[in-house]
T-cell receptor
Framework: ETGVTQTPRHLVMGMTNKKSLKCEQH?????MYWYKQSAKKPLELMFV???????ENNSVPSRFSPECPNSSHLFLHLHTLQPEDSALYLC?????????????FGEGSRLTVL | QQQVKQSPQSLIVQKGGISIINCAYE??????FPWYQQFPGKGPALLIA?????SEKKEGRFTISFNKSAKQFSLHIMDSQPGDSATYFC????????????FGGGTRVLVKP
């Protein structure tokens, strides 16, 4: 595996379900990000982790719960979601967060909330 | 409040033509302006980026033009090819805030053969 890998690629869940999205990066980076991509809206930054520590929570509802056990893995735990949460969730990584530079994105997890 | 406004939302160009996408930003503290390219079913990938100390940057057929006083920057795709058909996103960030990008709304480009 190379780059940034996200699983599952597609997920359908009911509003009362609990599910998790997984992201793994094989680039040796220290920072990981969750972005939300909705139709007709710009990519929205959700969370940032640097060396496993959360450094940014962009006012994300608590029904989204991130977890970063180490610098290579990032999870997004989902519970009691709303239909408007249906979107493509993108994970990204970068060497760090102390300076600007390239983000390396995964292919995303397409979430549909019924 | 959208801090980076991108236009047009979609663009159709003939093969060999020039595609031009424009972005305007509001925050004068932004000092890094990348463009990302996204193909269907894939994540965005960095295409080209510019910092405000230069007014233009060229990489192959892709050129960024930057106008600091107008707070605008644009992407020019010269000799557009069908393989360039994708969605393009401009973005901006500031060094002081680390690597947190604010994205524009995206432009879907279709290059017709």
């Amino acid at each position: 595996e190379t780059g940034v890998t996200q699983t599952p690629r597609h997920l359908v869940m009911g509003m009362t379900n609990k599910k998790s999205l997984k992201c793994e990066q094989h680039l040796g980076h220290n920072a990981m990000y969750w972005y939300k991509q909705s139709a007709k809206k710009p990519l929205e930054l959700m969370f940032v982790y640097n060396f496993k520590e959360q450094t940014e929570n962009n006012s994300v509802p608590s029904r989204f719960s991130p977890e970063c056990p180490n610098s290579s893995h990032l999870f997004l735990h989902l519970h009691t979601l709303q239909p408007e949460d249906s979107a493509l969730y993108l994970c990204a990584s970068s060497p760090g967060t102390t300076s600007t530079g390239e983000l390396f994105f995964g292919e995303g997890s397409r979430l549909t909330v019924l | 409040q959208q801090q980076v406004k991108q236009s047009p939302q979609s663009l159709i160009v003939q093969k060999g033509g020039i595609s031009i996408i424009n972005c305007a930003y509001e925050n004068t503290a932004f000092d890094y302006f990348p463009w990302y390219q996204q193909f269907p079913g894939k994540g965005p990938a960095l295409l080209i980026a510019i910092r405000p100390d230069v007014s233009e940057k060229k990489e192959g057929r892709f050129t960024i033009s930057f106008n600091k006083s107008a707070k605008q920057f644009s992407l020019h795709i010269m000799d557009s090819q069908p393989g360039d058909s994708a969605t393009y996103f401009c973005a901006a960030s500031k060094e002081a805030a680390g690597n947190k990008l604010t994205f524009g709304g995206g432009t879907r480009v279709l290059v017709k053969p």
